[in-house]
């Protein structure tokens, strides 16, 4: 998974994520949408890496926020709010 850090200054700042196991990343964002209030699901990728899906409703719909944190080298990153829809045509399930 690729996204562009909105904390970054520069024009462009892209970050990559790894996931080994995409239908089961698929199935927890999926399930995050269902839920009835703000939220969120903290994935451990790797020794030093910390993923945060952040769910919240924003003006009625739930909406995706994708943080990422490296502990290496005490980084910290986020994503703009995608929506449902857009989480589907991302992982090529309309």
């Known amino acids: 998974m690729v996204y562009s850090d909105v904390n970054t200054k520069s024009d462009f700042s892209?970050?990559?994520i790894h996931f080994s196991?995409?239908?089961t990343?698929?199935?927890i964002i999926m399930n995050g949408?269902?839920?009835d209030?703000?939220?969120q699901i903290i994935l451990k990728t790797t020794h030093d890496t910390?993923?945060?899906f952040?769910?919240?409703a924003v003006k009625g719909?739930?909406?995706l926020k994708i943080k990422q944190n490296n502990l290496a080298v005490n980084t910290f990153e986020a994503s703009i709010f995608y929506s449902k829809s857009e989480m589907q045509t991302l992982f090529g399930n309309p």
């Open 14 to 16: 892209e970050n990559t």
């Open 21 to 23: 196991i995409k239908e």
């Open 25 to 27: 990343v698929y199935k």
């Open 33 to 35: 949408f269902d839920a």
């Open 37 to 39: 209030s703000d939220h």
């Open 50 to 52: 910390i993923v945060k």
């Open 54 to 56: 952040e769910f919240r």
């Open 61 to 63: 719909e739930t909406m």
